[in-house]
């Protein structure tokens, strides 16, 4: 699960290239009836703090539990992009794949958006020099690759 960052902000995406920041992964199984959908549930939730990096610590949004019957909690006012592939099963030996690279599918992304709440305590009181801050950001220079 990934979290749309400002346009030119691509610091912490997994490919530094596209601005979204993975938040958090979780496993779900597919139905045993290959033709049934994969039934995901959401749940929004208003999160005026998200922190990154630390899977254990999502800030003011809930944990999403690695089970199959709960729902993901997802960000209010943000854009969200799902990543959903297969993934097969263990094969340490390699006897059955040959190699791990082979175990994952073509992932499908599927992109949500829901507006929040209640913004009221997005922004924390500052004193009236920090009330409006600015930061100029300049691009990367040219890959040469």
Request: aromatic share 6%; hydrophobic share 30%.
């Given at each position: 699960m990934e979290v749309k960052a400002p346009e030119m902000d691509t610091f912490l995406s997994f490919n530094n290239r596209d601005a979204f920041y993975r938040l958090f992964s979780t496993t779900r199984k597919f139905p045993d009836d290959i033709t049934a959908p994969l039934d995901l549930q959401l749940t929004f939730h208003d999160a005026a703090v998200i922190k990154f990096g630390d899977g254990a610590d999502l800030g003011d949004l809930p944990l999403?539990?690695?089970?199959?019957?709960?729902?993901?909690?997802?960000?209010?006012?943000?854009?969200?992009?799902?990543?959903?592939?297969?993934?097969?099963?263990?094969?340490?030996?390699?006897?059955?794949?040959?190699?791990?690279?082979?175990?994952?599918?073509?992932?499908?992304?599927?992109?949500?958006?829901?507006?929040?709440?209640?913004?009221?305590?997005?922004?924390?009181n500052q004193s009236p020099t920090r009330e409006f801050q600015s930061v100029l950001l300049q691009a990367d220079p040219p890959s040469l690759a």
């Open positions: 999403t539990a690695n089970d199959d019957a709960s729902p993901l909690q997802l960000p209010t006012g943000r854009k969200i992009r799902i990543r959903v592939y297969s993934l097969c099963k263990e094969d340490s030996t390699l006897a059955y794949f040959g190699s791990d690279e082979v175990r994952t599918g073509k992932p499908v992304t599927i992109d949500v958006r829901e507006d929040a709440q209640d913004e009221r305590n997005l922004f924390v």
